[in-house]
């Protein structure tokens, strides 16, 4: 049985890759897969496993319910100034 893919998916990898202004070069090397798998990821030609989904929701600052379509907005996993005035913090 083949593996059914959501386009959906990469089309908002790809969106939320573009508003960091990460190439695809950097953001595969920093979720440690290949370009190729990126690429074809972001065209809808390739699935990803729950792990990667993980991975690369972290990398882009958003959940993955939103990757996967489930919430229409890209909630931010964290709010990044007050993470970093936590970690300033005595």
Do not use: W
């Amino acid at each position: 049985m083949a593996t059914r893919v959501n386009p959906e998916i990469g089309e908002r990898v790809m969106v939320c890759r573009h508003r960091l202004r990460l190439s695809q070069q950097e953001l595969a090397k920093q979720a440690q897969m290949s370009t190729t798998s990126l690429n074809r990821l972001e065209l809808g030609h390739h699935s990803v496993s729950a792990e990667r989904l993980a991975v690369l929701a972290t990398l882009l600052n958003v959940r993955a319910d939103y990757l996967c379509g489930f919430i229409p907005f890209p909630l931010p996993l964290r709010d990044r100034a007050a993470a970093v005035a936590a970690e300033q913090a005595p």
